[in-house]
């Protein structure tokens, strides 16, 4: 079954830190780009981070720079978003996707995101 499943989120105070990971099954997530979005309830879906196919490139949205981290892990076909100095606006249900942009990758939603995740629910609060 081709998918992508998401864990790693939870209930965590203000200031914590939780690693979020999205695996691949039935293909290899060495052959894309990965994104890690966010819906908040009431918003639309923002890009948070992106990790581009070959070079492994990052691109972070300006509200997490210095905070989350974007890795990949071919060898467990596996993508990891590493969040640091949590935030209460951080609080949303986080998802990953594939993003099918040959060189680099793109933080807006769109069309080359074809495969997406259930996602999982951050909690950030005291």
């Known amino acids: 079954q081709v998918q992508l499943v998401e864990s790693g989120g939870g209930l965590v105070q203000p200031g914590g830190s939780l690693r979020l990971s999205c695996a691949a099954s039935?293909?290899?997530?060495?052959?894309?780009?990965i994104g890690w979005f966010r819906q908040a309830p009431g918003r639309e879906r923002e890009g948070v981070a992106c990790?581009?196919?070959?070079?492994?490139?990052?691109v972070y949205a300006e509200s997490v720079k210095g905070r989350f981290a974007i890795s990949r892990d071919n060898a467990k076909n596996t993508v990891y978003l590493q969040m640091n100095s949590l935030k209460p606006e951080d609080t949303a249900v986080y998802y990953c996707?594939?993003?099918?942009?040959?060189?680099?990758?793109?933080?807006?939603?769109?069309?080359?995101?074809?495969?997406w995740g259930q996602g999982t629910q951050v909690t950030v609060s005291s």
């Open positions: 039935g293909f290899t997530l060495a052959g894309y780009a």
């Open positions: 990790i581009t196919r070959i070079s492994s490139s990052t």
């Open positions: 996707a594939t993003d099918q942009t040959s060189y680099g990758c793109a933080l807006r939603v769109g069309p080359q995101n074809d495969r």
